[in-house]
């Protein structure tokens, strides 16, 4: 090696999950699934942040914690607050959260992370960014508070990804 070039060592960042849970069939509680749709839309990720719609789908979501450094968590929070209202929950805040269920799919995601702690899986940050539901009825569309505050919540992540170093390119520019 020549004495001039530097010995510096390129570290690979970390792999980001974002995760979007819930059920679009009843109304917010799909929130998350719609907001990782949002952001596929709208974005280009660097190709160590994967974003999931994981739906429903509980500890079979497992699988997808190998080798994540972050996870990011995006779905309805039952946190008192007005409708409408994002909150972001990380560190102690988290377990809280996830022993208030608002929904089924939340048992499997408080038992997910359960389970990627006892197996090592567990991402070493873990941040939920929520929204306040209107409302949990039947239906495929989100109510118009929680629609209204959509790009707040899409903002919300992109801003939490930023704190993360990661600077997703707009889906209509080049790059990432």
Same mark, same amino acid.
């Given at each position: 090696?020549?004495?001039? +070039? ?14 979007? #849970?819930?059920?679009?069939? !009843?109304?917010? *509680? ?11 839309? +709208? ?8 974003? !999931?719609?994981?739906?429903? $789908? ?9 080798? #994540?450094?972050?996870? !990011? ?18 560190? *102690? ?38 929204? +306040?539901?209107a409302s949990l ?12 505050? !959509? ?11 930023? $704190?993360w170093d990661v +600077?997703?390119?707009? $889906? ?5």
């Amino acid at each position: 090696m020549n004495p001039t +070039q530097s010995t510096e060592l390129v570290q690979t960042p970390p792999r980001i999950l974002v995760l979007g #849970v819930g059920n679009i069939l !009843l109304q917010d *509680e799909g929130v998350g699934v719609h907001v990782v749709r949002r952001l596929e839309e +709208q974005f280009r990720f660097p190709e160590h942040v994967e974003l !999931l719609d994981g739906a429903t $789908a509980g500890l079979e979501l497992l699988p997808y914690f190998d080798g #994540v450094g972050r996870l !990011l968590v995006v779905d309805v929070v039952d946190a008192g607050k007005p409708p409408g209202t994002i909150v972001r929950l990380d560190g *102690e805040e988290l377990p809280a959260f996830f022993s208030v269920k608002i929904s089924p799919h939340q048992l499997g995601l408080s038992d997910l992370l359960a389970v990627a702690e006892l197996t090592g899986k567990r991402p070493a940050e873990t941040v939920a960014i929520g929204i +306040q539901p209107a409302s949990l009825e039947t239906g495929l569309e989100l109510s118009p508070v929680v629609a209204d505050h !959509l790009a707040d919540i899409v903002a919300a992540v992109i801003e939490q990804l930023a $704190a993360w170093d990661v +600077q997703p390119t707009p $889906a209509g520019e080049r790059g990432a």
